[in-house]
């Protein structure tokens, strides 16, 4: 039997959390390089050695890594696939655990690509959705299509945070309303907003990849360039973002991770209009009271609350 050997790269901080995220993913056979255990043992079993080898030494220099197996087959594939989708979201929700990138050996990148992108299918979300992959000719059925090439950046519309943001879009959204997009990834929400009545959107992220492709993605959708602005910043921090963003928006959505929607809590109010909404998500179960409480806080309403597969979306006025 053939096996693919998939390999995740991370810092010493990682390990131990990347190890849960496979293992709920359902792979719980790993091998674990790390250069802080290598050191470690050689400090405290000098008694067995007297000599390391300098390639050796090199090869483990700065070096956390988690290598798993997976069958050489359709399943295999199936299943790796799954956890490339789901790492998206986990890299986004953990900036400290390095690049988190995946890389498969005896495989070519091209055909990587290919064989994943064969299990990520049209979904329909919400009543009115229907998020198609790029690479796929389907039929939208009547419902709004949103076509999407995700790239390497989150926001496939896979993960139960995305679809939570969806549907609650949906339902507040109205024609003519401005949106405003806070950690945009690949542009999917503000992009639905667009397309399901929006005049105007404004998205955001702190990762320069994200600007290429919302702006992909847009195309994709048919979305005019006047209606549609993305740029790179932190809204905390970045004066010059904050005036370009301006105030009055009928939507602000945040689909990003607990403590970063904590911080941008009093931020808010200022960005709605007097009728405005505020859409978060990427909020754990065990840190959901926690939100809250600072979304009241900070002067905001929980209107409604959503739950799914253990994560929180919150609509607030």
């Known amino acids: 039997m053939k096996w693919l050997e998939v390999h995740i790269d991370t810092n010493h901080a990682g390990l131990d959390g990347l190890v849960s995220f496979l293992s709920a993913q359902g792979i719980d056979s790993v091998v674990i390089d790390d250069e802080t255990d290598f050191h470690d043992f050689l400090e405290n079993n000098r008694q067995y050695w007297d000599y390391v080898d300098e390639d050796l030494e090199k090869q483990m220099q700065g070096k956390s ?35 988190l990138l995946m890389t498969l050996d005896n495989l070519q990148d091209a055909d990587w690509e290919n064989n994943w992108k064969q299990y990520y299918k049209p979904m329909e979300i919400g009543d009115r959705l229907t998020v198609i992959p790029e690479w796929l000719q389907a039929e939208a059925n009547g419902r709004v299509p949103l076509i999407l090439n995700p790239g390497l950046t989150f926001g496939t519309g896979s993960h139960a945070t995305t679809r939570l943001c969806l549907k609650a879009l949906e339902k507040t959204v109205k024609n003519g309303d401005r949106a405003l997009d806070l950690g945009c990834g690949s542009g999917i929400l503000s992009i639905a907003a667009l397309k399901l009545g929006a005049k105007t959107a404004f998205a955001c992220d702190i990762d320069e990849k994200c600007k290429a492709v919302a702006y992909e993605n847009a195309a994709l959708n048919g979305v005019d360039p006047s209606v549609y602005q993305v740029e790179i910043g932190d809204i905390l921090s ?38 405005g909404v505020f859409i978060c998500s990427g909020i754990i179960d065990d840190r959901a009271e926690e939100v809250a409480g600072k979304l009241k806080e900070a002067g905001l309403t929980i209107r409604e609350t959503h739950s799914a597969e253990g994560w929180f979306c919150y609509i607030c006025k």
């Not at 370009?244 to 607990?258: D, F, P, R, S």
């Not at 941008?264 to 200022?270: D, G, K, N, Q, W």
């Open 65 to 99: 890594r988690v290598t798993f197996y997976l069958e050489d087959s359709e399943a295999g594939y199936a299943q790796m696939g799954s956890v490339r989708i789901a790492l998206s979201q986990y890299k986004k929700e953990h900036p400290g655990h390095g690049t």
């Open 238 to 275: 970045n004066r010059r973002l904050r005036e370009k963003i301006g105030t009055g928006y009928q939507v602000v959505l945040a689909n990003i991770v607990a403590d970063v929607i904590i911080a941008l809590a009093p931020a808010v109010r200022p960005l709605l209009a007097e009728d």
